[in-house]
């Protein structure tokens, strides 16, 4: 991994970031290597992202953070609650960073801030996640913070007739 060799600051999402959050994401999903979704599943509008962005904003199990370079978007993480009271304590997040922004520690930053903000939050005790078994670079970001696999969802997502790839389930306590 390269040191970081720019400024990043990290913040709170808002709603103005709804079109900076929309782009990267639609960047992320048009690659087609590490996502479950394809780009034409991917029919949101901005408007529909300021809305989402909202409801997480108003729910105090939940986060968005973002990074920032120059005052752009670059990265942001999510963080959702599940609504049953049973698990009303644990939650998932995911990740996204455009491409030219990565390798460079940002990701390391998004998730210690995240689980920062996890260990403040009393109704939060368990911090999960998926990674499709062939990102070996994320998996290998997640074991080095402490993430723990507890299980595969084997031949999960399909690429192609040929190509089957495991979901591997992690988690953190906080």
């Known amino acids: 991994m390269t040191e ?32 479950i979704s394809v780009i034409e599943e991917f029919n949101e509008t901005t408007e529909q992202q300021r809305s989402w962005i909202q409801t997480i904003l108003e729910n105090e199990r939940e986060t968005i953070i973002v990074a920032e370079s120059k005052g752009k978007v670059i990265g942001l ?39 920062n903000w996890a260990k403040q939050n009393p109704l939060i ?17 997640y074991k080095s913070i402490g993430f723990i696999e507890e299980g595969r969802k084997i031949k999960e997502v399909k690429f192609s007739e040929e190509l089957y790839v495991d979901d591997i389930l992690m988690y953190k306590l906080v």
């Open 77 to 115: 993480i999510v963080f959702r609650s599940e609504n049953t009271k049973r698990l009303a304590h644990t939650g998932h997040f995911f990740i996204m960073i455009k491409k030219d922004y990565r390798e460079m520690g940002i990701g390391k930053l998004l998730i210690t801030e995240l689980l």
């Open 4 to 35: 970081i060799n720019i400024q990043v600051a990290l913040r709170t999402g808002n709603l103005d970031d709804a079109e900076a959050v929309f782009e990267i994401q639609k960047e992320v999903i048009s690659e087609n290597e590490f996502m």
């Open 125 to 141: 005790e368990k911090v999960s996640l998926g990674v499709l078994s062939t990102n070996h670079r994320a998996i290998s970001l």
